[in-house]
């Protein structure tokens, strides 16, 4: 199969006339045509091999896992979806694997009305880039520098079940089976949030998608708003204890580690964001249609820095790096 083969068989889908995409694959470039008064949302991200995924991944969850990463970042910005461009270096055209990938990346694509518009296909080390195109009214984007000092800090869903997963795949730690797998399926299929960014337009002051660890992720909307953050460990216990590993007669009860998952994980790809007290309730009715739990771990404030609270109230000693490629 040579690669015009490949991409007409694999990559090449008739687009829906009256959407957004003027022109899709096939050109030397794609057409966008985002309505009046809508801002392009853009955003790019890798999945290289050895680094962000096994050689031996199942290559439909590879499909999920590089659209839903990059859904992600436009759900953090509050984006509707719209279209897609994916970038591809493959050792080889292996047939089954190709149509494995290409159902579990339409499959999302689906779902979330996101069209494949284009891309480039050559041979080498697997590698996978995605750039994703979403729209949201002008002025209206979520940014990371709205925070203020006073507002909650909020986290959607659960965090700690993907890094979980990743220190039993390396063997560090023991899981039984069918924990294992739970987490396993956070890690390798993610859920983007992208209803939840959608709806918490005009409710958030700011927001981000977590990918490399809570509070390394928080850092940076402490930094481009120019405020710190206390952080009630009880509640961030809470969002573990809530997920599929830490209930049940399989519990796990190692503290050390919740912490580490919950707090410096990364790959959990949940919205943290930031709005006034005098929106909680929108906060929780924008969760509720959007069907995913949200909850409330701190508060902005004007003290510079992270800080971590203990049950009662205490400081205490915050030594969880989030994850750096280049640290
Ligand atoms: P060019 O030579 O202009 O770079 P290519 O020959 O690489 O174009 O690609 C031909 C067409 O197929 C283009 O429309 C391109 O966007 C599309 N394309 C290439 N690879 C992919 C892919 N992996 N998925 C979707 N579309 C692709
Ligand atoms: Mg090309």
Redesign the pocket.
């Known amino acids: 199969m040579g690669?015009?083969d490949l991409?007409a068989r694999y990559?090449?889908r008739p687009v829906r006339s009256g959407g957004a995409v003027a022109l899709g694959?096939?050109?030397?470039?794609?057409l966008l045509a985002p309505r009046p008064g809508m801002h392009l949302a853009v955003s790019s991200d890798m999945l290289v091999e050895g680094r962000h995924f096994f050689a031996d991944v199942d290559p439909r969850t590879l499909g999920h896992k590089a659209l839903a990463v990059n859904l992600s970042d436009l759900a953090a910005c509050g984006a509707r979806p719209l279209a897609f461009?994916?970038?591809?270096a493959l050792p080889q055209a292996d047939a089954s694997w190709l149509q494995a990938f290409a159902d579990g990346l339409f499959a999302l694509a689906d779902a979330h009305d996101c069209v494949?518009?284009?891309?480039?296909?050559t041979r080498g080390p697997l590698n996978l880039c995605i750039t994703v195109f979403g729209e949201v009214p002008a002025g209206q984007a979520l940014l990371r520098s709205g925070a203020q000092v006073g507002d909650d800090i909020w986290v959607s869903g659960t965090l700690g079940d993907a890094r979980l997963a990743l220190e039993a795949l390396r063997g560090r730690i023991q899981l039984p089976a069918s924990a294992l797998a739970r987490a396993r399926q956070r890690l390798e299929q993610p859920t983007p949030r992208v209803q939840l960014g959608q709806r918490l337009r005009g409710i958030a002051s700011s927001a981000l998608d977590v990918s490399d660890g809570l509070l390394g992720d928080l850092g940076h909307i402490l930094a481009a708003s120019g405020a710190g953050a206390e952080i009630e460990l009880a509640k961030t216990t809470e969002l573990i204890a809530a997920s599929a590993l830490f209930t049940g007669p399989e519990a796990i009860f190692d503290m050390e580690l919740m912490h580490q998952c919950t707090l410096a994980g990364g790959d959990d790809y949940e919205l943290a964001f930031t709005a006034a007290p005098a929106q909680r309730e929108a906060v929780q009715s924008a969760a509720r249609q959007a069907d995913v739990a949200v909850t409330r771990i701190g508060r902005i404030t004007a003290t510079p820095g992270l800080r971590l609270l203990d049950a009662q109230g205490q400081p205490q000693p915050a030594a969880y790096a989030s994850f750096d490629h280049f640290a």
């Open positions: 690669e015009f991409i990559f090449t694959v096939g050109d030397d470039c794609a461009t994916l970038a591809l494949l518009i284009g891309g480039d296909t």
